[in-house]
């Protein structure tokens, strides 16, 4: 994943000959529920990206929901219990990856999603964040409070260290590192934005008032709707998330 991304921006480099100084800024945008796990002192993820589609946590899920623990995640995250999101996937890796449990004691586990991964990457190790789209796609971010929940992540033995800060999307993350080869044009440049796609989809779509609404394409058929600043919590299993922060408000 990392690779891909550095050769394509490569690839843009050389092809528009872009000098030191054209180039204002930086955006992430990425697969919200994919999962990396990684050593914070190596950088070596610990096992393989879980991607949003995999379904190996689907039994752990029907446990949630047995045990009443679905009504909390609603509550809190607006989101239903389901394989799809990052949370049981993270309890996957810490129970079939030996080292995850091991990092995480020494406080060297660090958990993102892709748009994390990057970031930690393209600024050295420097930035470890999120925005509140991604974060509110884990099943662990509570979408009231705007942090991350200690009651969903006791229950699910996830330990806070591990989880990256939670900014707004609009917002000055970190900086490209230096040392990065092929990339010297872009050392120093600021990552000032990072949205989930749906969500970036939504606003690139303009749907900038309460009401509106999009369909994308791709994997699946996506409908998203801006609902304004306050939660509205569907009776018909609809999901309640974060579609982004700008400007102090979230939306």
């Not at 690779?3 to 000098?19: K, N, P, T």
């Not at 100084?21 to 994919?34: C, D």
């Amino acid at each position: 994943i990392l690779s891909s991304q550095l050769d394509a921006v490569r690839e843009v480099l050389r092809l528009s000959r872009v000098q030191p100084g054209e180039i204002a800024s930086i955006g992430i945008t990425n697969q919200r529920e994919t999962t990396i796990l990684w050593d914070r002192e190596t950088g070596k993820p610990v096992y393989n990206a879980i991607v949003w589609q995999c379904r190996r946590t689907a039994a752990f899920c029907e446990e949630l929901k047995a045990d009443g623990t679905d009504l909390l995640i609603k509550r809190d995250t607006g989101l239903l219990v389901d394989a799809y999101f990052s949370a049981t996937k993270i309890k996957w890796i810490f129970e079939h990856v030996e080292e995850a449990a091991h990092l995480a004691q020494l406080d060297r586990l660090c958990f993102g999603t892709v748009d994390t991964w990057l970031l930690w990457n393209l600024t050295g190790g420097k930035a470890f964040a999120t925005d509140y789209s991604n974060a509110s796609r884990t099943m662990l971010f509570n979408i009231h409070t705007l942090r991350w929940d200690e009651e969903l992540c006791g229950r699910m033995e996830i330990p806070l260290s591990i989880l990256p800060e939670a900014q707004p999307s609009s917002h000055i993350f970190g900086r490209v590192a230096e040392d990065i080869p092929g990339m010297e044009a872009l050392a120093g440049c600021p990552i000032t934005g990072i949205a989930g796609d749906q969500h970036a989809a939504l606003f690139g779509q303009a749907c900038f008032s309460q009401g509106q609404a999009k369909n994308t394409y791709g994997t699946g058929c996506f409908l998203l709707m801006n609902t304004g600043e306050r939660p509205v919590i569907s009776k018909n299993n609809l999901l309640t998330t974060i579609a982004w922060g700008l400007d102090n408000k979230v939306y």
